[in-house]
């Protein structure tokens, strides 16, 4: 019994490979940088300047401007053979709802002609996911338990992630090619997530056996990261460089559950080891980033390359829970919250192109790996701890759509698309029917996939400037505009 519950966590742990959370090319920002897949780190021509490179800002001819739009997003989630290899051992979940974006205005003072600033407010990252399978049956289901038993149970894991950014933007211009400039963000980080599984028999014998797990962690920090950003620019070429800081810690707080509980009347063991700690130190880190790219007029439009780059990540310790003995196994345990992120490289290009004075056309596909250490590698006990990051599979994505240049708008049409698939450990068969019982075998795998869809609508309205210029004199002048 004892063997069969260690492969049954096995699969459990598994399940927790779900989330884009060691992934930072997911969200794209601004009405035409979403059409181009992040690929205009050195050609971004709206308010995702204050996000991509805050040097273009003084280098865009209209900046005085706000950013208002509406994606719809339609995310699935399949857990192919997760229980075996039938078809009612696929999970299936779906969501439909509104999609992370970008609100940014920029304004000028008349007096810094070589001045530009900016502001903005994004969703860096918003995951939600819930999965839950169960198993009931009859039948000589586990070899090690003579005769036929009842068995029950299953396993259930809920995820969820958000992370806002809040920032202003400088830029500088000191040439008219050359522009400079830099973004703050203060960050919110929240996130929690558990794992849950309980499994129980009924035997022949009499005997009821028992097996429970449950992990939880709940984590928030406030932090803030700086983006300098240079470029340049000529009649064909733009060329742009950036470089984030990792986040520096302000304040945080969370929390870690552990609770394991056994009975195992064959060998009269039984087990019982429960903590739970609040209010604990958290010191959540990211990785620093340098990125480039250009854009380059051709064959009647502009090609946009770029490229990021995000640096290694020791292994660290997130939070960790004070260590006890487990109350029935005197086991030394210490609970804590780990991470531990590798050197990745993304890239992305597109192109866009004027079709006539009013539409503008836009494709582009950009890649979105993952940082996160396959299992294997990582340095810490399954048993006590938990990874923050384990989405190991690469994202590919692809987006298209068109502009209208409008009397004094610009509004976007377009479509996104990103998907995964990779394989996950599948050590267990549960039992489909009396014939056929839970089974294990090690070289079992099930397969993970991940799709999205998002539908963007975007508007872009230019600030009438007798507007901007009695507001710029309100706030630097006031009552002496009368």
Same mark, same amino acid.
């Given at each position: 019994?004892?063997?069969?519950? &260690?492969?049954?966590?096995?699969?459990?742990? #598994?399940?927790?490979?779900?989330?884009?959370?060691?992934?930072?090319?997911?969200?794209?920002?601004?009405?035409?940088?979403?059409?181009?897949?992040?690929?205009?780190?050195?050609?971004?021509?709206?308010?995702?300047?204050?996000?991509?490179?805050?040097?273009?800002?003084?280098?865009?001819?209209?900046?005085?401007?706000?950013?208002?739009?509406?994606?719809?997003?339609?995310? *699935?989630?399949?857990?192919?053979?997760?229980?075996?290899?039938?078809?009612?051992?696929?999970?299936?979940?779906?969501?439909?709802?509104?999609?992370?974006?970008?609100?940014?205005? #920029?304004?000028?003072?008349?007096?810094? *002609?070589?001045?530009?600033?900016?502001?903005? &407010?994004?969703?860096?990252?918003?995951?939600?996911?819930?999965?839950?399978?169960?198993?009931?049956?009859?039948?000589?289901?586990?070899?090690?338990?003579?005769?036929?038993?009842?068995?029950?149970?299953?396993?259930?894991?809920?995820?969820?992630?958000?992370?806002?950014? /809040?920032?202003?933007?400088?830029?500088?211009?000191?040439?008219?090619?050359?522009?400079?400039?830099?973004?703050?963000?203060?960050?919110?980080?929240?996130?929690?997530?558990?794992?849950?599984?309980?499994?129980?028999?009924?035997?022949?014998?009499?005997?009821?056996?028992?097996?429970?797990?449950?992990?939880?962690?709940?984590?928030?920090?406030?932090?803030?990261?700086?983006?300098?950003? /240079?470029?340049?620019?000529?009649?064909?070429?733009?060329?742009?460089?950036?470089?984030?800081?990792?986040?520096?810690?302000?304040?945080?707080?969370?929390?870690?559950?552990?609770?394991? &509980?056994?009975?195992?009347?064959?060998?009269?063991?039984?087990?019982?080891?429960?903590?739970?700690?609040?209010?604990?130190?958290?010191?959540?880190?990211?990785?620093?980033?340098?990125?480039?790219?250009?854009?380059?007029?051709?064959?009647?439009?502009?090609?946009?390359?770029?490229?990021?780059?995000?640096?290694?990540?020791?292994?660290?310790?997130?939070?960790?829970?004070?260590? &006890?003995?487990?109350?029935?196994?005197?086991?030394?345990?210490?609970?804590?919250?780990?991470?531990?992120?590798?050197?990745?490289?993304?890239?992305?290009?597109?192109?866009?192109?004027?079709?006539?004075?009013?539409?503008?056309?836009?494709?582009?596909?950009?890649?979105?790996? #993952?940082?996160?250490?396959?299992?294997?590698?990582?340095?810490?006990?399954?048993?006590?701890?938990?990874?923050?990051?384990?989405?190991?599979?690469?994202?590919?994505?692809?987006?298209?759509?068109?502009?209208?240049?409008?009397?004094?708008?610009?509004?976007?049409?377009?479509?996104?698309?990103?998907?995964?698939?990779?394989?996950?450990?599948?050590?267990?068969?549960?039992?489909?029917?009396?014939?056929?019982?839970?089974?294990?075998?090690?070289?079992?795998?099930?397969?993970?996939?991940?799709?999205?869809?998002?539908?963007?609508?975007?508007?872009?309205?230019?600030?009438?400037?007798?507007?901007?210029?009695?507001?710029?004199?309100?706030?630097?002048?006031?009552?002496?505009?009368?």
């Amino acid at each position: 019994m004892k063997s069969f519950l &260690f492969c049954i966590l096995l699969i459990f742990c #598994s399940i927790l490979i779900v989330a884009q959370d060691a992934h930072f090319w997911t969200e794209q920002y601004g009405t035409e940088s979403m059409l181009l897949s992040n690929s205009v780190i050195g050609s971004v021509d709206d308010l995702g300047a204050v996000y991509y490179n805050p040097g273009r800002l003084g280098l865009i001819e209209n900046p005085a401007f706000v950013i208002t739009g509406k994606i719809y997003q339609l995310s *699935k989630t399949s857990f192919q053979k997760l229980t075996g290899d039938t078809p009612d051992a696929t999970i299936r979940r779906s969501r439909f709802g509104g999609a992370p974006s970008l609100m940014a205005g #920029s304004y000028k003072i008349d007096k810094w *002609k070589k001045h530009h600033f900016a502001y903005a &407010f994004l969703t860096r990252r918003n995951i939600d996911l819930s999965v839950k399978s169960s198993v009931d049956s009859f039948g000589d289901e586990i070899d090690e338990l003579p005769g036929n038993e009842y068995l029950s149970g299953g396993i259930e894991l809920n995820k969820r992630l958000k992370e806002e950014w /809040f920032g202003g933007t400088w830029s500088y211009v000191p040439v008219p090619d050359i522009g400079l400039g830099v973004t703050g963000f203060a960050t919110v980080h929240d996130q929690e997530a558990f794992q849950r599984m309980q499994l129980q028999t009924y035997t022949a014998e009499g005997n009821t056996e028992m097996y429970y797990n449950f992990k939880r962690y709940d984590f928030s920090q406030l932090g803030l990261l700086l983006k300098f950003g /240079f470029a340049w620019e000529t009649d064909k070429l733009s060329v742009g460089l950036t470089l984030t800081t990792p986040t520096m810690h302000i304040l945080g707080k969370g929390a870690l559950e552990y609770e394991r &509980f056994g009975t195992y009347s064959s060998s009269g063991d039984q087990i019982y080891e429960k903590n739970q700690k609040e209010k604990l130190k958290v010191r959540y880190r990211t990785p620093l980033a340098i990125g480039g790219g250009l854009g380059y007029d051709i064959l009647g439009g502009k090609l946009h390359i770029s490229g990021e780059y995000y640096h290694k990540i020791n292994h660290y310790t997130i939070m960790e829970g004070e260590t &006890f003995w487990g109350q029935s196994s005197n086991r030394e345990i210490t609970p804590l919250l780990s991470d531990h992120l590798k050197s990745i490289f993304n890239y992305g290009f597109g192109y866009s192109r004027e079709i006539n004075k009013t539409i503008n056309f836009y494709l582009s596909y950009s890649s979105d790996y #993952s940082s996160a250490i396959q299992k294997s590698d990582n340095t810490y006990d399954t048993n006590n701890g938990l990874m923050l990051s384990t989405h190991t599979s690469k994202v590919n994505h692809w987006a298209g759509g068109i502009v209208l240049e409008l009397n004094r708008s610009d509004v976007t049409f377009g479509v996104a698309h990103a998907m995964s698939k990779f394989p996950i450990s599948r050590p267990v068969d549960f039992p489909e029917n009396v014939d056929h019982g839970l089974t294990i075998n090690p070289d079992e795998t099930a397969f993970i996939k991940w799709e999205r869809w998002r539908f963007i609508v975007g508007i872009s309205v230019s600030l009438l400037e007798d507007v901007a210029t009695r507001l710029e004199k309100k706030v630097l002048s006031p009552g002496k505009d009368k």
